[in-house]
C-alpha cells in the first residue's frame, strides 16, 4: 500500500520520535522509499533587531549569509539521520526545501508520488504552537496525502 514515505524533520529529538514508526511501516508494508526533508525557512528580519536602517544591498547579503549558515547546518543533520536509517538496511533519500514548511512539504509529497507522511505532533515550535498554529496541523490541513501524526513522548492528555 506505501511505497514511498515522506518524514518532514526539524532537528529536534521530538521531531525524530516517528522515526521508530517509519521503521515499523516500512517493515511491515515493504516500503520502497523514505524520504526525509528538512525544510529551511526564508530569513525574515525581525523587527526592532537593528535591520531597519540596513540599505537593501546589505539586507540581502545579511539575508543570503543567514541562509547558507541555516542550510549548511539543516544538509549535515540530514545527512546524519539519512546514514543512520541507511545502517538499518533503509532505502533512505533526503531533500533540502526552503520555503514555508506546511506549503514546501504538501508540495513535494503531491510532486513526488509520496504516499505517506509521517510527523510528530510538535517539534521545534512547542508551545508557541498554541499562538501560532501547528506545524503538523498546518501539514495535515495542505496536504492531499494521508498523513500519520505521532505524538511525541510525554505528551499529556489535552495540552
Same mark, same amino acid.
Given at each position: 500500500?506505501?511505497?514511498? +514515505? ?11 520520535? #516517528? /522515526?521508530?514508526?517509519? *521503521?515499523?511501516? =516500512? @517493515? ?6 523514505? /524520504?526525509?526533508?528538512?525544510? #529551511?525557512?526564508? !530569513?525574515?528580519?525581525?523587527?526592532? &533587531?537593528?535591520?531597519?536602517?540596513? !540599505?537593501?544591498?546589505?539586507? &540581502?547579503?545579511?539575508?543570503?549569509? !543567514?541562509?547558507?549558515?541555516?542550510? &549548511? =547546518? ?12 541507511? *545502517? ?5 533519500? @533526503?531533500?533540502? /526545501? ?12 503531491? &510532486?513526488?508520488?509520496?504516499?505517506? +507522511? ?9 508551545? *508557541?504552537?498554541? #499562538?501560532?498554529? *501547528?506545524?503538523?496541523?498546518? +501539514?495535515?490541513? @495542505? ?6 501524526? #505521532?505524538? =511525541? ?5 489535552? +495540552?
Amino acid at each position: 500500500m506505501y511505497q514511498k +514515505i515522506l518524514v518532514p524533520v526539524d532537528g529536534s529529538q521530538l521531531a525524530e520520535c #516517528v /522515526l521508530p514508526h517509519v *521503521s515499523a511501516i =516500512a @517493515s511491515g508494508c515493504q516500503v520502497r522509499d523514505v /524520504l526525509l526533508v528538512r525544510v #529551511v525557512e526564508p !530569513f525574515q528580519p525581525p523587527p526592532g &533587531k537593528g535591520y531597519e536602517g540596513l !540599505f537593501p544591498e546589505d539586507l &540581502k547579503e545579511e539575508q543570503e549569509r !543567514f541562509e547558507a549558515g541555516e542550510k &549548511k =547546518a539543516a544538509q549535515e543533520y540530514l545527512s546524519q539521520v539519512t546514514a543512520r536509517l541507511r *545502517s538499518e538496511g533503509r532505502s533512505v533519500q @533526503s531533500q533540502l /526545501l526552503v520555503g514555508r514548511v506546511a506549503e514546501s512539504v504538501a508540495d513535494f509529497a503531491e &510532486k513526488n508520488g509520496v504516499d505517506l +507522511i509521517v510527523i510528530a505532533t510538535h517539534g521545534r515550535s512547542g508551545v *508557541s504552537r498554541w #499562538v501560532w498554529g *501547528s506545524t503538523a496541523d498546518r +501539514i495535515l490541513r @495542505s496536504s492531499c496525502v494521508p498523513v500519520l501524526m #505521532v505524538r =511525541a513522548p510525554g505528551c499529556v492528555p489535552g +495540552i
